[in-house]
C-alpha cells in the first residue's frame, strides 16, 4: 500500500488562502478516483472535494465556490487549493485514491480501498 503525503497547511487568518498538494515517488493518479477529506476536532471525517479520472469534480456545500481540486497528471499531483478560508476550515486535510467512480462519492464521504496520506493540519484564526 502506498503512503500519499500531503503538504501545504498551516495557519493563516480568516479570508486567506492556502494551496495543499499530495503525492508519493512513482505513484500515479490516472485509474483513481481522487479526493480530500477533512476531520475537524470532535467531528468524523467528511469529504471535501473529489475529482475523477475523466476530470469530472464535486465539492461539499460547505467549500464550494472557495476550494477547488485539481490534478497535475505530469507532476503526479493533486492539489486543493483553498481561498476566503472561514474558522470553520480549521481540520485535518487528508488526501486519497478511492476504487470506483464519481466525484460525488467523495463529497459524501465514501472511499473504497485505496490509499491516503497522514493528513497535514490547516488552522484559520478569526
Known amino acids: 500500500q502506498v503512503q500519499l503525503v500531503e503538504s501545504g497547511g498551516g495557519s493563516v487568518e480568516a479570508g486567506g488562502s492556502l494551496r495543499l498538494s499530495c503525492g508519493a515517488p512513482?505513484?500515479?493518479?490516472?485509474?483513481?478516483?481522487m479526493g480530500w477529506f477533512r476531520e475537524a476536532p470532535g467531528k468524523g471525517r467528511e469529504g471535501a472535494a473529489g475529482?475523477?479520472?475523466?476530470?469530472?469534480?464535486s465539492y461539499a456545500e460547505a467549500v464550494k465556490g472557495r476550494f477547488t481540486i485539481s490534478q497535475d497528471k505530469t507532476k503526479d499531483t493533486l492539489y486543493l487549493q483553498m481561498d476566503d478560508l472561514k474558522p470553520e476550515d480549521t481540520a485535518t486535510y487528508y488526501c486519497?485514491?478511492?476504487?470506483?467512480?464519481?466525484?460525488?462519492?467523495?463529497?459524501?464521504?465514501?472511499?473504497?480501498?485505496?490509499?491516503w496520506g497522514l493528513g497535514t493540519q490547516v488552522t484559520v484564526l478569526l
Open positions: 486519497a485514491a478511492c476504487l470506483g467512480r464519481g466525484a460525488d462519492t467523495v463529497v459524501a464521504g465514501r472511499c473504497a480501498g485505496g490509499d
Open positions: 475529482i475523477d479520472i475523466d476530470g469530472t469534480t
Open positions: 512513482g505513484y500515479t493518479y490516472k485509474d483513481y478516483l
